[in-house]
Each structure stands twice: as structure tokens, then as C-alpha cells.
């Protein structure tokens, strides 16, 4: 049992005056978790664990009020239940294969840095392969027993296996996602892979039905996504955000969402004007002031309609949600930043990352990869725990 690494936490849903310990989280700040996003969101209409990446879709959050948190090593039906106030699913699509990455805005001023330290992300660069680090989670601790889950805990000898696309076609591993050798099991997604310094760089997605390996979802590649998510929840908390929040560099891009061929559906402009007419030069990448705050760059985060200044709303499926991207120009192609392309037809910085894939999910919150079907697509289970407490007995934290 793992009763020192309190930044990871436990996610529970509450049904039938009971709540299911799950998944797994990691406490970025007081009242902000980042999980994976098949913890909170329903899949197509819910009734069936097969999953297609090349149809199959995100639907219906779940209601945040069913969501809560726990740092307890082992939660009971006496544990302080953290809840939820607000889910926030990666922008850009909800294809199920490469956006497996949620955020958590808790309610009030969330969990108190006596009871939980807050656990830093990686932002500014992807893994090296044969990098070590250590796989946290609440997850079965032995894959032949169904009940041996439920209770946090942490492997410190992983290590990354490969990275993106360079890893094995096997591994069905998406451009912003990793595959690490680690123990992950059923009830372990959302889970941290953190570094030497104890920061999490990967959010555990899905793994091998014998829990020898794991596809993690990097963290860096969603900076703009979790920076602009953590100023919301500042202020929603009323504490004034970290360093990691405001501090600059080479953010990754919104997640794998869209190609450079993507058709003219689903941009938007923005600024005051409402025509996205840029200040200036047409094409700058320079994150304007505004609704974003004068320190955090508008690129990557979500929106459904006008985003900030020079920047546009565009979405890979033609609807929202979408991400906030620069404009671009002719008279600028180059100007778009790294992961991105300029699109001449929408005059927008879009993302170059492909999102074709396949999957199967089954059951539970860690994806877990299988034999290639008669179609060349993958199959793969979604493990999600089942521990249940007593609604009835249960402290809540209420907003």
C-alpha cells in the first residue's frame, strides 16, 4: 500500500446509493485532477465494450455531481469524498483513440496542501525511451482476482518502452501518446507515470490483459489544454495559480486533433470584431491579451465559438468543441508553431497530427490491447474497477 503519494487520488461515481471506486487521478493543484477521459464520459450509447477508433466517439459526460475524489490509500466507506464541479474532456474531438485525457475542476477551494500535495505536470517535453519513472494507481494488484483492487498503489522500477510513432505497430500508439513497461491493471486509467522529480508526464490509458505494459496519454502534449484549464480553476478556488501555470515555452500542441487537409468546416474567427481579423501582420503567432489572461497563450484551448484576438476556433469534425489556433497567410505559411501547419483554405494554423486508429474497450478504466481482428484493426478492454462504499456512511465535501 502506497500511503505516501497522496497527490494521486482515487475517482469514484456515485449509482444506486452506492459509489464505485473506478480510476485513478493526480491532484495538479488544490481543486484540479487530471484523469483519463473514459473515466467520466460515456462511450457511443454505453451499452456495448466494443469500440472502433475509426467511428467510435465520446458521447455524454457523465454527471459531475455522480463524481467524486479521495486521497485515502484505500478508501472506505468513511473516507472524505471530494466533489466534483466541472469536467473538462480534451478538446479538438471526441474520437475515443488519442484523446483519452480529462480534467477535473473540484468544488469550493478543493483538497488542502495538509491533507494532499499537489503533484506537478510536465509540460515542455515528450519522454525519453528507457526513461524510467513510477506507475501509481488504485488498480488491481493482481489481474486473477477481481477483488484486489481498490487501494493505491506505486512501482518505481517502470520505463518507457517507445514513444508516438515510433513504437511498434502492435502497440496502436497514437503521435501524443507512449507505451511504458509497468503493472497497470483494471481500475489504474487516469493514473500518473511520474518522473524522477515526481512529476506526472503520462496519464495511464490502456494496458495488456496480463498487466505487463501500459499506452499512456503524454501529458505535454496537452500543455496549452491543462494551463488554460488551471487558470479556470484559480480562479474558481480563489488561490493564485503555480509557476508551472504562467511559465512559458514550448508548449505542445491541443492534442492529435485534425491533419493538414482538413476541410474549411468548423473555423471560426475571433477577436473584438468578431470577423478574426488579426492586429497587425495577418499570421502572427503572438498570444494577444484577453479572456486568457496577458501570461497564458491562447493556442490549444477549448472553445466553441470566438477565441481570443488573432486567433481562430477550429474543430477536425466541422462542430464543437474545437481549440483556439493562430491565424496564417499566404504571405506567412511558416509562421504556425511546431505540430501545426497553415491551411491557405481557412487561413488557420492547424494541427498536423493524425487521429486514425482502432480499438476495443471492455468493462473498465484501463484500455488493454489484444489480437488484430480479421479487419487489421486492434482489440483492446476497458477495465474499470468496482469497489463499492456505502453511500449512506460516506463524509462529503461538499461546495
Request: glycine fraction near 12%; charge should be negative; include cysteine.
Amino acid at each position: 500500500m502506497d500511503t505516501t503519494t497522496k497527490g494521486v487520488v482515487a475517482l469514484a461515481r456515485a449509482a444506486h446509493s452506492l459509489v464505485a471506486v473506478n480510476c485513478s487521478g493526480s491532484l495538479l493543484a488544490p481543486n484540479l485532477v487530471l484523469t483519463a477521459r473514459h473515466c467520466v464520459s460515456q462511450i457511443d450509447d454505453g451499452t456495448t465494450p466494443t469500440v472502433s477508433c475509426d467511428t467510435s466517439q465520446f458521447t455524454a459526460k457523465y454527471n459531475p455531481r455522480e463524481l467524486f475524489v479521495s486521497t485515502d490509500a484505500q478508501p472506505t466507506g468513511d473516507s472524505t469524498l471530494y466533489a466534483i464541479k466541472e469536467v473538462r474532456e480534451a478538446p479538438g474531438s471526441t474520437d475515443v483513440c488519442g484523446y483519452d485525457f480529462a480534467l477535473l475542476i473540484l468544488s469550493g477551494t478543493g483538497i488542502p496542501q495538509s491533507e494532499a500535495k499537489p503533484i506537478e505536470p510536465v509540460l515542455d517535453h515528450a519522454p525519453g525511451v528507457r526513461q524510467a519513472f513510477s506507475a501509481v494507481g488504485y488498480g488491481l494488484q493482481d489481474p486473477q482476482d477481481q477483488q484486489s483492487f481498490g487501494t493505491r498503489m506505486r512501482f518505481d522500477t517502470s520505463t518507457v518502452t517507445c514513444v508516438g510513432s515510433k513504437c511498434p505497430q502492435l502497440y496502436d500508439a497514437e503521435d501524443d501518446e507512449w507505451v511504458g513497461k509497468s503493472p497497470v491493471c483494471s481500475g489504474d486509467s487516469g493514473g500518473p507515470a511520474l518522473d524522477a522529480e515526481g512529476r506526472v508526464f503520462g496519464v495511464t490509458s490502456r494496458g495488456d490483459d496480463e498487466c505487463t505494459f501500459a499506452i499512456y496519454s503524454n501529458v505535454a502534449n496537452w500543455a496549452d489544454f491543462v494551463r488554460s484549464t488551471a487558470v479556470v480553476a484559480a480562479k474558481s478556488g480563489g488561490y493564485a495559480p503555480a509557476n508551472w501555470v504562467t511559465a512559458t515555452g514550448t508548449a505542445g500542441a491541443g492534442g492529435a486533433n485534425g491533419s493538414a487537409g482538413a476541410s474549411a468546416a468548423g473555423v471560426s474567427g475571433g477577436g473584438a470584431d468578431g470577423a478574426g481579423a488579426a492586429p497587425g501582420v495577418a499570421g502572427t503567432t503572438s498570444p494577444p491579451s484577453g479572456p486568457a489572461g496577458p501570461t497564458v497563450d491562447p493556442l490549444g484551448m477549448s472553445c466553441t465559438g470566438e477565441c481570443p484576438g488573432a486567433y481562430k476556433c477550429y474543430s477536425a469534425t466541422g462542430t464543437p468543441p474545437g481549440i483556439c489556433v493562430p491565424q496564417c497567410s499566404s504571405a506567412a505559411p511558416d509562421s504556425c508553431p511546431e505540430r501545426y501547419a497553415c491551411s491557405m483554405s481557412l487561413g488557420a494554423c492547424i494541427p498536423t497530427q493524425p487521429t486514425v486508429k482502432t480499438a476495443h474497450l471492455e468493462a473498465s478504466c484501463a484500455l488493454s490491447p489484444g489480437l488484430k481482428s480479421s479487419h487489421g484493426t486492434s482489440a483492446l478492454a476497458l477495465l474499470l474497477g468496482l469497489g463499492l462504499l456505502r453511500l449512506g456512511r460516506r463524509r462529503r465535501q461538499l461546495p
